[in-house]
């Protein structure tokens, strides 16, 4: 700023550039419309290239929604070419024999086709390729294929279903001048083990969809393509933009047009007025300005004299601010030296919401406060001349907020000699305020507004300082949420952490005013007890935080209902640090929760002892993995039609180096906790499915899956790299599971079951009639066979209970038409009475019981 007054007063008063003046102002006018109208002549040329493109990318996109079109057509045509062919009645009525009354009077190959689907030619193919059966247009006629498509498709179909006999082939062909897809498959009898197939080559099934113009309308109208029509010679040129997809059939080429959606067409009719109309308003301006800037040019001169007057004015508002320039401001202020205000910037009632004429002459002090020191004296302190800072002052906004400033003051001199003080006050609130969460934050959890684990242990060890007697202890009861994680999977995290807010409320109501409820983290909640007067007390006020915690809890429209298991620890008697004290909470807490969910339990010095053991166990479990401990015996199923063993389960056994042979129901629970399980289960598919693949031919194998497999992302794939990895046949692999397997999420394990089917594996239910829902799993979910538990077996033939409650479960399954093995069968009777009821298979002692593979090969061998 000193440096352009210096300039000024070193300019004379009057100058004669008046005339080169209007000259540059007028040659940078000039410059501006020659920029102008550059400017619109681009945005005009790039108007037009953008229309160009948006058409052009229009009726690529709806070539791309044709293209799609046809193949699902043509897709949808194959799946009910499949569903006709691979229909064991289709293979009896159509290829054995040719059954007109059941193919047209029964309508299975009917009329409906047409009227259903618009198919409007099916034919049914001799394996020597003569016409056995054609409808055309729903109507029975006696025409072959060749005769109504005018061509010759037949070999073409045959050669692609020779490529790949279990897919449909698909053809597309022009009659008449229309497009037409054709869909093939040979006609088989889709695994119906009632119909005996016949030597010699099949017949085929052909389904046609002649497209005719009314369904070529309809069908690009279902995608937004308007005007559907196949381009000929004869059909003229339209009257609107037209886009044409040239398609290459089987008998001919075929091209198909439609009307062009057209938008850049569109977005000129709107822009390019508008943007004309934009240059002619900006071209008036322009010469208005011009004329305008002219005219000042020649003023220039006349009111350079004027500024001269005005230098002293702005030379004394230079001094006024140079003491506060080197300050970052928010507001700038100045008192006199009664520090009444006589000068407020601008940004004050930006800042500070109040008017700046209600200030002028009231006290700065009435304003702003300071804890540290009276504002008064720290402003009128003698001997102070350089800039001083004074931090988190606080005053009022207008609406009555109490906020924060860092306040800068300087004394000085006014023109006239008077002191007076100058400075800025720059709003630090947010600082403050977010000083003061992180504050709150370090000690307290954001979610619950209850303490966190800092607060906890500061709160804790001052309890425990005070000696806490074994008359009146201090309880430590470390509480986790039972079924809290479902609630997130099934409702989101945000009914989840509702949940949390709300069990935090009620811990809150439970506990007295100088308890302390803190949140560890996740759905672990520590609540500190100190003086407690009875232990009658505590398991008093466990019993009502079980029970407050049960109660359900409505949130968004949910019921939804969870538990609590607790841990409790006691100082002195257990402990008499925090580090311990939490410690030992935990293992009364896992205990609580092993034992069943929903109680509490007491710390006792044995606890530790099993958890040390339980870890020794996991650390056994994952050597046992590496040093190859483990084996598999093979229990044979008996097939009581066949009168032979026809598969075998696969079990598990752990030869341990210390403890000898161990059965599952020792290590898989502890495998299933600690996430072993799923190498063991991989360890186990591969084993299986290499030794069915190369020791036992022909028979299949059923390996156990855990429930907690069906939690896991993954199955799929395993099971999938054990059979590619052995070579096994996927029809000889079966899968056990038990129906509490998909309890946690039917939807998911549904989708994990479709995908083990898709790969060829068959599924078994395990332990049937000893779940929860086994009727709705033979209805929803995709089992080939149940296998009854043993307990059902146990009691027959004498107790007539067992029997009908075993001939029923037999009834249900067969109604399902799925395969029914019994387990556990030790005696003949038992045999035979299942063999009366029709039971497919069976399993047990009486058959053999597990055994290793050389045992098991050798016995069927014998036999």
């Known amino acids: 700023m000193m440096r352009w007054l210096a300039i000024k007063e070193n300019t004379p008063l009057f100058t004669s550039s008046a005339g080169s003046t209007t000259s540059v102002v007028k ?51 194959k799946v009910h070419t499949q569903d006709y062919a691979e229909w064991g009645e289709s293979y009896t009525h159509l290829h054995k024999t040719l059954d007109t009354d059941w193919a047209w009077q029964k309508q299975n190959l009917g009329a409906s086709l047409f009227e259903d689907f618009h198919y409007e030619a099916i034919f049914v193919l001799g394996p020597g390729g003569d016409t056995r059966y054609a409808v055309v247009n729903g109507k029975r006629v006696r025409l072959t294929l060749e005769q109504w498509a005018g061509t010759h498709p037949q070999a073409a179909l045959r050669t692609a279903l020779a490529k790949n006999p279990d897919e449909p082939a698909a053809l597309s062909l022009a009659v008449n001048g229309q497009p037409a897809l054709v869909a093939a498959a040979w006609i088989t009898t889709g695994g119906d083990e009632d119909v005996q197939p016949l030597p010699g080559p099949p017949s085929m099934l052909v389904f046609i969809d002649q497209l005719r113009p009314a369904e070529l309308r309809e069908l690009g109208e279902e995608y937004g393509i308007h005007e559907l029509h196949v381009q000929t010679g004869s059909s003229g040129k339209a009257d609107y933009r037209q886009v044409v997809l040239p398609l290459t059939f089987y008998n001919a080429p075929i091209a198909l047009a439609w009307r062009s959606e057209n938008p850049g067409r569109n977005l000129l009719l709107v822009v390019l007025p508008l943007l004309l109309s934009i240059l002619l308003l900006t071209a008036l301006l322009a010469a208005w300005l011009m004329r305008n800037a002219l005219n000042k040019a020649r003023l220039n001169d006349e009111n350079h004299f004027l500024l001269e007057q005005s230098r002293q004015a702005l030379a004394a508002s230079e001094r006024r601010f140079r003491d506060v320039v080197e300050a970052t401001t928010d507001w700038i202020w100045e008192t006199d030296d009664q520090l009444r205000f006589t000068w407020i910037s601008e940004r004050f009632p930006v800042i500070t919401g109040h008017r700046i004429d209600d200030w002028l002459g009231r006290p700065i002090t009435q304003f702003i406060e300071c804890e540290q020191i009276e504002l008064a004296d720290w402003l009128l302190q003698p001997g102070q001349t350089a800039h001083r800072g004074l931090t988190h002052c606080r005053y009022f906004s207008a609406q009555g907020h109490q906020r924060y400033c860092n306040l800068v003051a300087k004394p000085t001199t006014t023109a006239e000699g008077e002191l007076s003080y100058r400075g800025t006050a720059t709003d630090v609130t947010l600082e403050v305020e977010a000083q003061a969460r992180v504050q709150y934050l370090s000690r307290h959890d954001e979610l619950t507004g209850l303490p966190n684990r800092v607060r906890m242990k500061e709160f804790l060890e001052g309890k425990l300082q005070s000696m806490p007697t074994r008359d009146h202890p201090l309880a430590m009861i470390s509480l986790d949420l039972d079924k809290f994680k479902p609630v997130n999977d099934l409702f989101g995290h945000g009914v989840g952490d509702e949940v949390l807010h709300q069990v935090s409320e009620r811990l809150r109501a439970c506990l007295r005013e100088f308890d302390l409820v803190a949140r560890q983290g996740g759905d672990e909640f520590i609540l500190i007890i100190p003086d407690i007067e009875q232990k009658q007390d505590l398991d008093q006020l466990c019993e009502r935080i079980i029970r407050e915690i049960r109660r359900p809890l409505y949130i968004q429209e949910h019921e939804i209902f969870i538990g609590a298991s607790m841990g409790i620890a006691l100082a002195p008697q257990d402990a008499v640090n925090a580090t311990d004290l939490l410690r030992y909470s935990d293992i009364a807490l896992y205990k609580a929760k092993s034992a069943g969910r929903n109680g509490w339990v007491f710390y006792s010095a044995d606890m530790e002892e099993q958890i040390v053991q339980r870890r020794e166990m996991e650390k056994s479990l994952r050597e046992a993995l590496k040093e190859d401990q483990f084996r598999l015996v093979y229990q044979p199923r008996y097939d009581m039609k066949a009168g032979r063993v026809v598969a075998v389960e696969a079990l598990l056994r752990w030869h341990h180096p210390l403890h000898g042979l161990l059965m599952p129901d020792q290590f898989i629970p502890l495998a299933e906790e600690t996430g072993i399980i799923i190498s063991l289960s991989d360890w186990v598919l591969n084993t299986a499915c290499r030794d069915a693949q190369h020791e036992l031919q022909g028979m299949s194998v059923s390996v156990n899956i855990s429930a907690v497999e069906f939690q896991t992302s993954g199955l799929v794939g395993r099971v999938r790299d054990a059979l590619r990895t052995s070579k096994l046949d996927p029809a000889r692999l079966e899968l056990e599971v038990t129906e509490n397997a998909t309890l946690w999420n039917p939807q998911s394990s549904l989708e994990i079951m479709n995908g083990l089917k898709a790969l060829g594996v068959r599924l078994l239910i395990d332990d049937f009639g000893t779940g929860y829902s086994s009727l709705s799993y033979l209805r929803n979910f995709p089992f080939d066979g149940i296998k009854l538990d043993k307990s059902f077996v146990a009691g027959m033939p004498h107790s007539e209970n067992a029997n009908n409650i075993v001939e029923n479960m037999i009834g249900l399954g067969k109604a399902f038409s799925l395969s029914i093995t019994a387990e556990g069968v030790e005696t003949p009777e038992q045999l035979e009475q299942l063999k009366m009821y029709q039971c497919d298979e069976t399993q047990g002692y009486l058959i053999s019981r597990p055994m290793p593979l050389e045992e098991l090969k050798a016995q069927i061998e014998k036999r």
């Open 27 to 77: 040659r940078s006018l000039m410059f501006m419309l020659s920029l102008l109208g550059t400017f619109f002549l681009i945005a005009i040329l790039a108007l037009l290239h953008i229309a160009c493109d948006i058409n052009n990318r229009a009726d690529d996109q709806s070539r791309n929604l044709l293209q799609k079109a046809l193949q699902n057509q043509e897709a949808t045509m």
